[in-house]
């Protein structure tokens, strides 16, 4: 027997899947993906790159090896990856959970035997695995054109793509545990965008902190970032992962475990709201 | 409140807009907690899993993912409700509800009524032993009451116990041999139909247009008054062979009867009596 969470991240697949915008945003990301294919002509001789043609233009004339001329190009798809899929995932997931938990809807569900908890991990669950089926179809799709036209193959991407998906994880956590106390997809979508911008924030603080006022001010910024996930700083790792840039020793773990946290709690917050809540 | 339904019966539940029925049902379903008190469902909590797999619940304004077909709506359901989709069963269950030439159309595209048969077909899904049903034949047409009437019959008549909330009170009294009317949170009043209609011993008796209407109120009838009743007597017999004796006595006098009923109040009535008043809605 298939376990109900799993039941309830199909449902909410399924929803997804009639979604106009979200297969407008896979075709468009086909387009993308096949206009790169079939327009970009990498010549390489030994290993290095010799031109680069892009609808017949010549790009680039210096020769150098592939992997260092292809740096800026997955560092620049890292950080659109990152950020371009985090916030389209927080305008296209924000109405699966205050859906689910509508009025007539969520009556029917929870009537249903099954656990209150089984329904949030259930639409946490298949959001993502929308978020991670996007990503490695995006991030993979690169990855494949960029191998077969260099000769040059990094998992590079794909890493970039996975913490971006840890990075949207902290996020929809938030977006979800906002749907159990407010059944509207407009806060949902406030909330991650907060969210988001605060996670960018948080990866600058000392910067940032330094530009403020010592007093209340720089004290509540400090102790406010000093929780949220530090999202522009997993994003800098990710583009190091992808442009295959040395990282600091411990910096992505402590990075991980930090984001990964936050998203335990809020999720847990939620949770425990939903499980007392009379729907 | 205080009520028991007991297993097998159709129990209706009825009472004025904000009365609590819905909330109550929401609390028989585990779906909102009782601030005191003990919910007792199919013998155990409405919050085990196990005991909510018994039950076969449609709510009020049932919210469905219109861009599916009913087929995988139902087949979800089943999944949900820790059964496997078996595709021939759920097509069997949608021609049940009169559904079978809807299958290959999107939810979306329904009527108010097709959505309450496929609400009824998901409360139907794995032989439930209770089915609590909210408005069940809400924004459904005549004909499809009827339909839904005799499905719910039928059900009665497997043993399963059938809970109804319909501001239908002909339905209501047509489906359900017991009744319970609730008002602000309280119950006022509970029991089997004919109880609740207080069938006395007063008669209802319609006699063909010339009978002697001094003959007849010599013989204890009592003629109701109003022109659409014309022939129309009450009777007092406390027993079916005092009632016999006074018909034989009319028919003596030449008074021919059509109609004979017993006089007792119907369910409109006992409703407005035990809220007192008119303007209320079950």
Known sequence: MKSPVFVIAGYVLREAASRKFILAFMVGLTLVLATVALSLKLEVVDGA???TRLFGEVMRSNIMSVDVALRPVYRAAAYLVFYGGILFGIVACSDFAPGLLSPGRIEHLLALPLQRW???AGTFLGVMTLAVGGTV??????TLIFGVKAGYWTAGPLIAGGLACVGFAAVYAVMLTTATLVRSAALCSAAGFVLLVGGILAGFRADVSRYLEAGFGRTAFDAVTLVLPRLSSLANRAADLASATPLEKGSLGMLLGGVLVFGL???SVGFWHFEGKDC | MDLHVPAGSAFGLIGPNGAGKTTFIKSVLGIVRPTAGTVRVLGGSPEDPAIRARIGYLPERLHLPGTWKSPAFLATV????????????LARLLERVGLSDALDRRIGGYSKGMRQR???AAALLGDPALLVLDEPTDGIDPMGRLEVRRILQEEVQKGVTLFLNSHLLAETERVCDRV???ADGRVLREGRLEELAKAGARWRVRFAPGADRAALAAGGFAPVGGVREEGVYTVDAADVAVLNAALDRARACG???MELKREGADLEAVLLGAVGGPGVAA
Do not use: Q
């Open chain 1, 265 to 267: 709690g809020a999720l």
């Open chain 2, 255 to 257: 008074a021919l009867l």
């Open chain 1, 49 to 51: 790159l010799a031109a």
């Open chain 2, 78 to 89: 089943a999944r949900l409700k820790g059964l496997k989709p078996d595709t021939a069963a």
């Open chain 2, 118 to 120: 496929l609400g009824l």
């Open chain 2, 180 to 182: 319970a009317i609730l």
């Open chain 1, 118 to 120: 089984h329904l949030l």
């Open chain 1, 137 to 142: 179809y995006a991030a993979g799709g690169l």
